[in-house]
């Protein structure tokens, strides 16, 4: 009898026990953008859209995640990534938010995190409660065109056409998709500005026709940002004037050489008279001697003139 009552008392504790535990583990979690139901966010192909935020966070742009149907005072943990938490939207900014909250739950069993981010990268946030995690994954709109970009080619042939690319960006540098951008291109001193809107990529191909001379300056602006490309203008080859001075050249150079050959079959013969003079002169002084022997070497000097070292001839001591 004492064995039988001793049993039911310990089903009882055991069941009392269980009871105790299961809300703890039998959360509900909701998921709400600015007060409608969000459908997805559990794959990453599935993500949450969220426009990215203003100077504030609100309700519109961020996902509301309420936990409810917990054992009051349960802990409640959250983290992100490309992403940020609150918990509470009060006084938020685009400044606010961490990337991991704890909170426990109130006396009504029920907690709220709020998650935003400023990336059109898809982010994820982990709710773990108690033993359970739950993964949801988001992702940022792009917001207004804030900052433009330009690329273009340094330079390019007269009256060739060329293409630049213009780039959109919202405040946090996300690329901005059909985001309208102005443009200025002035092409020596004619002006004109038509508009370009960008594609889902946050770029677009804008082609310019280059000047017959100059350059040609384009300006893209919006809000308060701007760039400038300037594209220079350069001439097409003119073949005929090219080989007309390659053969003018040519000419200058061989009158050139024959000039030098000629040169150098004058010292070479002036050389063999000098030194023949010299080779067969007995009765010379010294000093007439010596004055040969001065121009053999100045005619020397001047025969050696871009000879190699091997052509080249001695001097006579």
Do not use: C
């Not at 409640?76 to 918990?87: D, K, Q, R």
């Not at 150079?253 to 070479?268: D, G, R």
């Amino acid at each position: 009898m004492n064995l039988k009552k001793t049993s039911i008392a310990l089903v009882t504790a055991l069941v009392i026990g269980l009871t105790g535990m299961l809300p703890a583990n039998a959360n509900t979690q909701t998921l709400t953008v600015a007060g409608a139901s969000a459908s997805g966010g559990t794959t990453s192909a599935t993500a949450v859209a969220l426009p990215v935020p203003g100077d504030t966070v609100t309700a519109s742009n961020a996902l509301s995640i309420s936990v409810s149907g917990v054992v009051a005072g349960t802990t409640v943990s959250a983290t992100a990534t490309n992403a940020f938490l609150l918990t509470t939207l009060t006084g938020a900014t685009n400044a606010s938010g961490s990337a991991a909250v704890t909170v426990n739950a109130s006396t009504s069993g029920s907690v709220e995190l709020f998650v935003f981010t400023k990336t059109t990268a898809v982010g994820s946030v982990v709710v773990t409660v108690g033993n359970t995690a739950t993964t949801y994954f988001v992702k940022g709109t792009a917001g207004d065109v804030v900052k433009v970009g330009l690329s273009a080619p340094a330079s390019g042939l007269a009256g060739s056409t060329q293409s630049v690319v213009v780039s959109a960006f919202d405040r946090y540098d996300n690329a901005k998709g059909s985001g309208t951008v102005s443009l200025i291109v002035n092409s020596n001193g004619v002006i004109t500005t038509p508009t370009a809107t960008t594609g889902a990529a946050g770029t677009v191909s804008y082609v310019v026709t280059l000047p017959s001379t100059g350059s040609l300056t384009v300006t893209a602006f919006a809000a308060s940002s701007s760039a400038t490309a300037v594209i220079a203008v350069t001439q097409p080859r003119n073949l005929q004037a090219e080989l007309d001075k390659a053969l003018a050249d040519l000419a200058t150079e061989k009158a050139a050489h024959e000039a030098t050959k000629n040169l150098v079959t004058s010292l070479s013969a002036e050389l063999a008279a000098v030194k023949l003079e010299l080779a067969t002169s007995k009765d010379l002084s010294a000093k007439e001697v010596r004055k040969l022997k001065w121009q053999y070497n100045n005619l020397v000097k001047k025969y050696n003139v871009g000879k190699p070292r091997a052509e080249r001839l001695a001097f006579i001591k």
